[in-house]
T-cell receptor
Framework: EIVMTQSPATLSVSPGERATLSCRAS??????IAWYQQKPGQAPRLLIY???TRATGIPARFSGSGSGTEFTLTISSLQSEDFAVYYC?????????FGQGTKLEIK | EVQLVESGGGLVQPGGSLRLTCAAS????????MSWLRQAPGKGLEWVST????????YYADSVKGRFTIYRDNSKNTLYLQMNSPRAEDTAVYYC?????????????RGKGTSVTVSS
């Protein structure tokens, strides 16, 4: 199966600053990945699909990039509501697999 | 507005059975693949199973294959997950999700999930 590895495990950033989260696939997944945001006690929320397409209603400060095995989720100017756990997921091959998550915390 | 409401969770004994239900609304249910994913306490997300309406194809994670069955009733806009012979490691919050357009495997989770505890 394709292993998705996220880094760092925890990222501390101040509100208003930029956050850059990374995801690496164990083999090429082209651009067939999604990103999700999950806040404590809530369901995961789809942010990005196709590596760079924002889902409906997702603010423009969220952007995704990358292809092949290296991917990045960038949050351009962190708002208080953005502090959460973020997961990447590939869906090019079965089984669909998630990364272990990056916790974005307030610095 | 897309709505997905999971139900059916609870306490189940190892080796027992439980059926989870997901009631869908706000979209044409029969046009979309539907999935279950789960999250064990304090852990990350895990995809469990997917069913496609058009082809009837179903897919399962190795961890549940042969024990869980996903199926759907398009006339009722409802997705199910039959959990047979559950194990302690199946304890998790289970979410249903609407797959992406054209069968793409990104998952739109809209419900609050339903909690399953497997314990004697």
């Amino acid at each position: 199966e394709i292993v998705m590895t996220q880094s760092p495990a925890t990222l501390s950033v101040s509100p208003g600053e930029r956050a850059t989260l990374s995801c690496r696939a164990s083999q090429s997944v082209s651009t067939i990945i999604a990103w999700y945001q999950q806040k404590p006690g809530q369901a995961p929320r789809l942010l990005i699909y196709g590596a760079s397409t924002r889902a409906t209603g997702i603010p423009a400060r969220f952007s995704g990039s990358g292809s092949g095995t290296e991917f990045t989720l960038t949050i351009s100017s962190l708002q208080s509501e953005d502090f959460a756990v973020y997961y990447c997921q590939q869906y090019i091959k079965w089984p669909r697999t998630f990364g272990q998550g990056t916790k974005l915390e307030i610095k | 507005e897309v709505q997905l409401v999971e139900s059916g969770g609870g306490l189940v004994q190892p080796g027992g059975s439980l059926r989870l239900t997901c009631a869908a609304s706000g979209f044409t249910f029969s046009d979309y693949g539907m999935s279950w994913l789960r999250q064990a306490p304090g852990k990350g997300l895990e995809w469990v199973s997917t069913t496609f309406a058009s082809s009837g194809d179903t897919y399962y994670a190795d961890s549940v294959k042969g024990r869980f069955t996903i199926y759907r009733d398009n006339s009722k806009n409802t997705l199910y997950l039959q959990m047979n012979s559950p194990r302690a490691e199946d304890t998790a919050v289970y979410y249903c999700a609407k797959d992406g357009v054209g069968g793409a495997g990104y998952m739109d989770v809209r419900g609050k999930g339903t909690s399953v505890t497997v314990s004697s």
